[in-house]
């Protein structure tokens, strides 16, 4: 049915990211998800080549990587991930919640058309979140 209630979505969690927990939904077109991250903790960097993704904080802070901008958002900020931009994020100073709609619905997860980028760019990523980090307390 087209009504969903958070609390009432069930909750799931990837074995490849144990840290974060989703709730989920998939239309026609787009898919939605509440997510929520431990802090500290986030996926690799990676793109999508045949997704869009919009995400906007609900509930704590989180250092963003997108493309060659990082910056810490806030309850509020709205970011637009379009395809084949590098990204990655980690939560700082505790958990963040984060709502976010992605197209095409592919199978319908939020983790359908990802590709992991590794070697410098990867490590490059965490230095940065690291001295954000680091400057931000």
């Known amino acids: ?4 209630s958070a609390k009432d979505m069930k909750k799931t969690t990837d074995a490849d990211i144990p840290y974060t927990d989703i709730k989920a939904a998939a239309g026609e077109f787009m ?17 999508h080549s045949d997704e869009e993704q919009w995400s906007y904080i609900l509930d704590g802070k989180m250092h963003y990587i997108l493309g060659d901008e990082e910056r810490i958002l806030e309850p509020g900020d709205l ?5 084949f931009v590098k990204h990655r994020s980690r939560p ?22 990802m590709t992991r980028i590794g070697g410098e760019e990867a490590a490059e990523a965490e230095r940065r979140y690291e001295e954000m980090v680091k400057n931000e307390g």
Do not use: C, Q, W
Request: hydrophobic share 35%; aromatic share 6%.
């Open 1 to 4: 049915m087209p009504f969903y």
């Open 92 to 113: 700082v100073g505790g958990p963040v919640t984060f709502l976010t709609v992605k197209s095409p619905v592919h199978a319908g997860g939020l983790r359908d058309d």
């Open 31 to 47: 898919k939605v998800g509440i997510v929520t991250k431990r802090e500290n903790e986030g996926g690799s960097l990676h793109s």
């Open 79 to 83: 970011v637009h991930i379009p395809r």
